[in-house]
């Protein structure tokens, strides 16, 4: 029984240290040609810029919300007033 979990262990152990050196070696002939794919390129800047149109529509939102408060705390204070 314990030379099954032995046997387990080790062939378990082999086959992760395989998979360890195999994607080392991939992600070293990656940085090796230059990082990314040109068409991976033009998706990574594709969604650069749409995430630069989103918190720059964010920020305008931002400065309507806090105008909109601004406005409803005037009347409330006028109201309080009169």
Known sequence: MEAIF???????GSIIAL??????ILMAI???????????????????RMIQEI?????RM???VEALETIILERERK???A
Do not use: H, M, N, W
């Open 79 to 81: 109201d309080r007033k």
């Open 62 to 64: 931002e400065e309507r």
């Open 55 to 59: 918190y720059r529509g964010l920020s």
């Open 30 to 48: 990656k940085i090796i040609k230059g990082g990314v794919s040109p068409k991976e390129r033009g998706r990574q800047a594709e969604e650069a």
């Open 19 to 24: 998979a360890i050196v195999g994607s080392t």
């Open 6 to 12: 032995i046997i387990a262990i080790i062939f378990g």
